[in-house]
T-cell receptor, first 112, second 112 residues
Framework: GQSLEQPSEVTAVEGAIVQINCTYQ??????LSWYQQHDGGAPTFLSY????GLEETGRFSSFLSRSDSYGYLLLQELQMKDSASYFC?????????????FGTGTRLTVIP | DGGITQSPKYLFRKEGQNVTLSCEQN?????MYWYRQDPGQGLRLIYY???????QKGDIAEGYSVSREKKESFPLTVTSAQKNPTAFYLC???????????FGNGTRLTVT
């Protein structure tokens, strides 16, 4: 079976840095993605790591270690609008389309 | 503006009735997907399609059916065989295998 583990909830202060971890056990691995979803809204793509290392996009960075089956999303200079759910997702099938297996999400609450 | 349109936003049906959820995209994407999201849960893949007139089952296809007669459209039918149809349904599309998913705003289906 497939499993992705991420914390269910995280709270952080505005202006701070927060790290959301994701560990995975999947039958295949062809990349780790992160998506943000505000309540009742559509998930939006944040980042993608296929190889080990750090990818930086503005205030957001994502890290992958394939040997540890582990990745994280780092959010810097937190803003109130960053309060949302964050999902890690693994592409497990190379032959298909970009089918992603999603974690259950981490609800981030940013407080003043 | 390019995007994915799901309609309606809210849908109510009686148990035992089939219902079809609409998904249209004008992004010229080849691949389209249907995901289901339950409260506090991640997204689970129902069906996906890489090209017109072809589609594949995802992890939870039982009780659902799809068609892909046009590149722009990928409707999902929730049949009476689906035992727990009440959920938030998200349609997505992507350009290719490793391209990010672009999601619609979802349809919240309630079956009583």
């Amino acid at each position: 079976g497939q499993s992705l583990e991420q914390p269910s909830e995280v709270t952080a202060v505005e202006g701070a840095i927060v790290q959301i971890n994701c560990t995975y056990q999947t039958s295949g691995f062809y990349g780790l993605s992160w998506y943000q979803q505000h309540d009742g809204g559509a998930p939006t793509f944040l980042s993608y790591n296929a190889l080990d290392g750090l990818e930086e996009t503005g205030r957001f960075s994502s890290f992958l270690s394939r040997s540890d089956s582990y990745g994280y999303l780092l959010l810097q200079e937190l803003q109130m609008k960053d309060s949302a759910s964050y999902f890690c997702a693994v592409r497990v099938d190379q032959t298909g389309a970009n089918n992603l297996f999603f974690g259950t999400g981490t609800r981030l609450t940013v407080i003043p | 503006d390019g995007g994915i349109t799901q309609s309606p936003k809210y849908l109510f049906r009686k148990e035992g009735q089939n219902v079809t959820l609409s998904c249209e995209q004008n992004l010229n994407h080849d691949a389209m997907y249907w995901y289901r999201q339950d409260p506090g849960q991640g997204l689970r893949l129902i069906y996906y399609s890489q090209i017109v007139n072809d589609f594949q089952k995802g992890d939870i296809a039982e009780g659902y059916s799809v068609s892909r007669e046009k590149k722009e459209s990928f409707p999902l039918t929730v049949t009476s065989a689906q035992k727990n149809p009440t959920a938030f349904y998200l349609c997505a599309s992507s350009m290719g295998n490793n391209s990010p998913l672009h999601f619609g705003n979802g349809t919240r289906l309630t079956v009583t």
